[in-house]
């Protein structure tokens, strides 16, 4: 028999998977990217409360700690939004490549939010990551725009991944999830009403896109968020980093095989890409090696 580590091991693997899935599903699903990630969240946080409800978890939280939590949902909800806009103006693989410099990002955002020391290895390593990046937008010029969205989606995920890393500590981790989703569906329920978006038609779509958006707001979204707060009980912070790295990688790999030649990019792509991926890696190791000392 498999022990528990074992298990969340192969239990991460298939979350990471799951997470690198999502581009496909948002490559598929023919709404905006405004109504998509709207109808996502919107979806994913029923089926959070739900699951709230039959475990008789408390929603007790101080005001403050509410507001907090609407406000990053906003932020995941912008991060969410880019991601799928990038991938409507582009593709994924030009999509997942940008969204590796998050880490980076951490490394920039962290110190001067947290008052931290900034660490120059990662500094340097920022740099060949942008390096990295430069070489895609030379020779990806017609992705421009989707490059953009994509750096500015990571940049969002980075800020929501401080922030929700101060929240993890003082509160239950579904709990916080219920509230985020929340104060993304309502922060973008009050765009959509602005712009008089909620029309009949808004909520007219085909029964492949309201399959797809199932896909993604149940087991893309809320179901791996439970999951990977529960393997965390048993794996090291440093294996779900290492792990998680390789959600590009999936995603690229997965999008290349169902799109074919949509997917399929120049030679110096895919060496500005693999440059982004084993900075990522090496970085991760680094950090592992500097914990065990």
Known sequence: MLSDNTKSYLHLHLIVFIWGFTAILGALISLEALPLVWFRMLFALIFVLIYLLVKKISFKVTFKLF????????????????????????????????????????????????????????????????????????????????????????????????????????????????YELLGGVLFFSIILLFNNNFTTQFFVFTSQDFIYLLLLSTICTAYAFIVSVKVMKYLSAYTVVLTTNLEPLYGIVLAVLLFKDKEKMSTNFYFGAMLILIIVFLNAYIKNKNVQK
Do not use: R
């Open 67 to 178: 507001l907090c939590f609407l406000l990053a949902g906003f932020i995941i909800a912008l991060h969410w939004f880019t991601f799928f806009k990038a991938i409507k103006v582009a593709n994924i693989s030009v999509t997942l490549s940008c969204l590796s410099s998050g880490a980076f990002f951490v490394s920039i955002l962290e110190p001067l939010l947290n008052q931290k020391k900034v660490i120059w290895y990662e500094v340097f390593f920022g740099c060949i990551v942008f390096f990295g990046l430069y070489i895609i937008f030379k020779f990806e010029n017609d992705y421009f725009e989707g490059i953009i969205l994509a750096l500015t989606s990571a940049f969002f995920s980075a800020l929501f991944s401080i922030l929700n890393s101060k929240f993890a500590k003082i509160h239950n981790p579904t709990v916080i999830t219920f």
